[in-house]
Every structure is written in C-alpha cells, then in structure tokens.
C-alpha cells in the first residue's frame, strides 16, 4: 500500500523545531510515533469506487469511501472534487464535509444520489460529478479549505483519483494531486454502464458498479429493503398504501420508521401509523396511510417516503422517494387557452400613456421609440434564470387549473410542481425555453443566476445588457423537455412543432421573437434560415410574420404580458398593440404610428363594440359624437370605412378571421380587436 494514503501522510515530513537530548525523552518520543502511526494504519480511508458517467444523464452517479475497520467515523474529513478541463484550470468545483458520517458494517460509505441503489447514507444531488478528465481528494479538513477555484494540493491529502471516461491524461492535475496514473472509466467498453474500483493492492480496474458493497465480493452481505406505492400519484382524499419487502425473510421482527414530510406537505396533510413492522420469518408488509383534503387550494405536493435507521445488516435499495399528491381545490380562470382562445376578457395594465411616444413615428424612429420604452433602464428591471421558474408558473398558468403550466409547443397543461429543475430534458416534467435560444442570443449565466431570491430582488436593465436575455420573462415560456430539446436552435420554420400541433402557439412565439430582436442591441430576426451557429439573427422573419397574423394574441396572452409587467416593468408592445408589427415589418413599413389615445369626444373605457365574437351585426355604444369606423386585417388592409353616429348597429360582410375595428373622432381614435366567426 502506498504510505501516500495513510491518514498520517500530512505529519510525515514535519519538522517540529526542537531535538531531545535526553534518550530516555528520544524513546519516549518514538513509542509515541509509532503509537500515533499504528492508530493512522488502524483508521486508514481510501476513494474505493467512482461512477461518473452513469446513463447519459449522470443521475446514478457515487463516489464509495472504504475504511479497514467497520463502522468508522469520518468526523474531520472533507472530500473535494478537482475541475481538469482547461477553463477548471485544476481546481476544485465542490466539496463536501463529512462530519457525522460513518462507515457501515462492511466499512464502506457511498456518497450519492437517491437514484443510486442501494441508496447512499451521504445523499448529494444527482448528476452534479463531472465526467472527466477530473480528480478527486479526500483530505483531513473543512469544506471551508476549498472554496470554489482552490488548486489541487496534497496538503492534508489522505489519498486522490484523477480519472476521464475515454479523455487525454491530465499531467498537471495529476502531479498536483501526487499520483501516477489516471483511470479511464471507459476503458474496455461504455464507461456508461462501468465503474472505477480499487482492488485490495491499491491498483484499479473497471467493471460492472457494485455501490455499497466491497468490490472483491467479500463482507456481510445485506439484506436490502425496498417498497412499492399502488400508485404512482394520489389526489387528496385518497388512500395511499405502501408495501415495504426484503430481499430476504428477516430473522427476528424488523421495525423502522419512515416520515412522509417533504416541504409544504406535513402532518396536517396526512394521517397514519409511519412504524413499519415486518414480521419474523416474512419478507413483505404494508401501511395504509389517509390523504386529508383540507378545502385550501394551497398547490400540489410532494409527499417524500424515508426510511429511519435501519439496524447493521439491512440496507435500503429504495428510499427518498417523492409521491405525487394533487390538490383538488385548484382554480378556474375566465379566459381560455391559447387552444381555445377567448379575446377581450383580461384587459392591459399598461399605465395611461404608456405608449404615448410612439405617436406619429416611423420606421426606425419608432423601433428605437419602442426600445425606449421596453429597455428603460431608469425603470426595467431583470431577475435570475432560477427566478423564471416562478416567473413562469405565474405567467403560463393554465387556465383550466391554477396548478399547471400551459406547455408551448405541445399544447396541453402540466403541473407546476412537475419542473426539470436539474437540467436535461425529462419525460413528463416542463422546463424554460428560450423562444430565441441561448445559443443564437449569446445569452449566458453567472453564479447568482442560480440563486432563486424572487420577484423583490433584481438588477437594472438596458438595451446594451444583452446578457439578461436569459431570463427575459417575455422571451422564455414553459415546454415539455423532450420536446425543448427536440426544437434546439432551430430557426421558426425549420422548427414547426410536434406532430399534429394545431398551431396555437405560432403567434405567441413570434411575438416572443420579434419583442427580443427590439428589446435587444445586438439581436435581429432575418429572412430565411442563417447557419444555426450564427449569433445574433434568427430566422425566418416572413414565416413569424405570418403566425403572427395566423394566431393573433388572445387573452392568455395578454394576461402573461400583464403578469411579466409585474416582475420585469416593462410588456410586449406587440401583444398590446399587435398592429406595431406591421409598421416595423410588414405593409405598414413607412406609414407613421398613430396611438390610440381614448379621449375628449371617444371614450375607451365607455365605447363598447359587441356581441364579439360576430357574426355579421356590429353594435356600437359608447360615442358622444360622429365618428369614422375604420376596419383593418392583421396585415393592414382595409376593408370597412363607415361614419358611426352614437347608439348605431352596422351589418358586417366580413370574412371569418381577426380584424382590428379603429374609431376616429376629430384626431382620436381607440382601437379594438374584432373576431367574425
């Protein structure tokens, strides 16, 4: 065994200052040394196992610690993990103090995920060992020693792996860390479905993961406890039975605690004996426990099953397993969604004025005007890419339940609860995607974004702070994760969604788009289909423009841009004033703004146009004088013109579609969004 992973190594070398000139203090001093080194052999710890690259997704990742002696404390142990790749520069990412934790009987401690099985004693979250080529270090210490950025020492090292799944040596790393070879974990086939292990020689080979268990075959073998749901999620009221079983009857009655308590679901939320008993000479038990429904709709919850202490010789295969329980008291908002949309029910918030000053502008006088207004950095804020998960489940709330998110893409809700929080692209759980991806925006993170500090903390924005793209509100919406992956940095277009979509999300996504190529110096939307690898243009601007046409912004919309508003103070101006598009793009280009101002002789708030939807008999109340109506299609053309007096029903040959109706008396006017069926 190499003396290097003694726990003694850090003494080896230290000069202590002062000699013994007495030989019966010098036979002293040597009785204690090697008293000091027979204790240091006697506790020695060694890295016996690592898993790092474990199905794609990294999420059966472990590192395993081996001590010679059952049941060893690792008070005063820290292990630290070493970044080998070139923008690393070979210094630690993560570390993780071990007071309190222990070897088991067979004197091993697993250090992972609840993915793993048998499940660690130290849990970490999955998926966060990087793959190589990287090291590792147990040192005597605190987590505290390593910050983020410490370069690899062999101060206080006790023993270290440098290792890559299939990745040029790392020389640097390894001669920091003291060692001689690097492992592959791919070596001899998929380091996916192999492990690191240590023979009893201190050498290493790869081979099929044995978490938990020596790696010779050697030791107590024991006996593994696992349970079963009869469902795999409840709803309030409902009964939940779980069945625990061993791999092998059990000798003497077996008796353990679980707890259900996960967050916001406790006691009051449950009731039930959590003592599980599984008899003398059996293999299997079950409890029931009661689902209270309280009348509060206070969100769907996770109930999490743990298993306490288990006595030496058992082990737990399954454990922290989170059930789905669902509130059934979630709400009904009065609009629709965008697969049956409703229009004119939820109303703007923008202030009076909002968009005064874009009155009578063109062109590139009144894009860089809209700027002005969206990217104000005197009153536009941003917040963290971990923020725009609440952001989000606030602005894509389904309609048809509070508790669910309305996916783009696929057109249909999911629940809040059921976000991709740990990156990927999960079956069955949402996450954020970016309308204008990260990669063609230029957009980046930085540590703090993974702080979730909510909507009271944020930073200034401006036109220039390219960067906040990331968590622009306006530009991210919830999706299904396969099917976020499944579009990438695809132009819209190259992009046109799952198969069978009914395209309801087309309009939302242009105007997404076509907010961020305003909001942003340094990003436009271009004709045709740039190289996916060009930063700064996404395709394809006819195609947007015609969705935006096709699928014109609806209530659900409108209430997103209203909740936005809330986090970020500024909106969309092409929600609230689709007709900006086609000044900026479309038949409008050259033709000045003119801003419904709702005042003097016509009224906003008291002109009502209805029924709307219609179907060929338009009343008009609300106008205290003549008035001119005007009726345009979403690309501009006119259609309508007709003097109105007050109180006046028109008959209406349009086609069925969306149209905007305008109302012009002396030099004000309003405008309203008219649907004909």
């Given at each position: ?17 002062f ?15 090697l ?28 590192v ?153 075959g ?93 006595p ?15 509130d ?46 969206i ?38 809700p ?43 903390i ?49 309009g ?37 423009l015609?969705?935006?046409?096709m ?11 209203n ?76 259609v ?38």
């Amino acid at each position: 065994m190499n003396a290097g992973h003694l726990i003694g190594r850090p003494y080896r070398n230290r000069t202590f200052g002062f000699q013994f000139k007495s030989p019966l203090m010098r036979k002293l001093f040597t009785l204690l040394v090697l008293l000091s080194s027979s204790f240091f052999l006697h506790a020695q710890i060694v890295i016996n196992e690592l898993d790092t690259d474990t199905d794609g997704q990294d999420f059966e990742e472990f590192v395993e610690l081996k001590s010679d002696t059952p049941n060893a404390a690792l008070d005063g142990y820290v292990l630290v993990f070493f970044n080998g790749s070139e923008s690393g520069g070979d210094s630690s990412y993560m570390a993780f103090d071990l007071d309190g934790a222990s070897t088991d009987i067979n004197g091993i401690l697993t250090i992972g995920s609840s993915n793993v099985s048998p499940v660690p004693e130290f849990l970490i979250e999955p998926a966060i060992i990087q793959n190589g080529a990287d090291g590792i270090g147990l040192y005597l210490g605190d987590a505290s020693d390593f910050p983020e950025g410490t370069l690899a020492t062999t101060i206080n090292l006790i023993d270290a792996l440098v290792y890559d799944t299939n990745d040029a040596d790392d020389t640097e790393l390894m001669a920091l860390l003291g060692v001689s070879e690097q492992i592959n974990e791919g070596q001899g086939g998929d380091q996916t479905v192999n492990s690191i292990q240590r023979n009893n020689d201190g050498t290493y080979f790869v081979g099929l993961p044995t978490p938990g268990a020596l790696n010779d075959g050697s030791g107590v073998d024991l006996n593994g406890v696992s349970f079963t749901t009869d469902q795999p999620d409840y709803q309030e009221g409902e009964e939940m039975v779980i069945t625990f079983t061993t791999q092998q009857p059990v000798t003497g009655d077996l008796i353990f605690d679980i707890t259900l308590s996960n967050e916001t679901f406790d006691t009051d939320d449950f009731s039930g004996d959590l003592q599980v008993v599984i008899l003398d000479g059996t293999s299997e038990t079950a409890i029931t426990i009661q689902l209270l429904e309280d009348g509060i709709n206070d969100g769907d919850e996770f109930a999490e099953i743990d298993i306490q202490t288990l006595p030496a010789e058992y082990n737990r295969l399954v454990d922290n397993v989170e059930v789905l329980v669902l509130d059934i008291d979630g709400t009904t908002a009065i609009w629709g969604s965008p697969l049956n949309p409703t229009f004119g029910l939820v109303e703007s918030t923008a202030p009076a004025g909002y968009y005064n000053s874009l009155d009578g502008l063109a062109d590139e006088a009144l894009r860089q005007a809209i700027q002005d207004i969206i990217a104000d950095e005197e009153t536009v804020v941003a917040h963290t890419y971990a923020d725009v998960e609440l952001m989000l489940k606030q602005a894509d709330q389904s309609p048809s339940n509070s508790n669910d998110v309305w996916l783009l893409y696929t057109e249909q809700p999911r629940k809040k609860i059921l976000f991709q929080d740990l990156g990927g692209s999960n079956e069955g759980l949402w996450n954020r995607e970016h309308t204008y991806p990260r990669s063609r925006g230029g957009f980046f993170e930085i540590e703090e974004d993974q702080i979730q500090d909510g909507i009271n903390i944020f930073v200034e924005s401006s036109a220039d702070s390219l960067r906040h793209g990331i968590s622009d509100g306006h530009g991210l919406r919830a999706t299904d994760g396969p099917e976020n992956s499944s579009r990438g940095n695809q132009d819209y277009g190259e992009y046109d969604g799952p198969v069978g979509n009914q395209g309801s999300w087309k309009g939302d996504a242009a105007r997404a788009v076509l907010f961020m190529a305003v909001r942003y110096n340094g990003l436009d939307v271009v004709e045709g289909n740039p190289p996916n690898t060009t930063v700064g243009e996404l395709g394809d601007l006819s195609i947007l423009l015609d969705w935006h046409e096709m699928d014109p912004a609806d209530d659900f919309e409108m209430n997103r841009n209203n909740v936005i508003y809330t986090w970020q103070n500024n909106r969309n101006p092409f929600i609230d004033r689709p007709i900006l598009v086609e000044h900026l793009w479309g038949d409008l280009q050259g033709v000045p703004y003119q801003e419904p101002l709702g005042v003097a002789s016509v009224d906003e708030e008291e002109v009502v146009l209805y029924p709307n939807p219609n179907k060929g008999i338009l009343n008009i109340r609300g106008i205290q004088n003549e008035a001119t109506l005007t009726v345009f299609t979403l690309s501009g053309q006119e259609v309508l013109k007709q003097e109105i007096l007050e109180n006046q029903s028109i008959q209406l040959s349009l086609s069925s579609g969306v149209y905007v109706a305008v109302l012009v008396s002396d030099t004000h006017s309003i405008v309203k969004r008219l649907i004909m069926e």
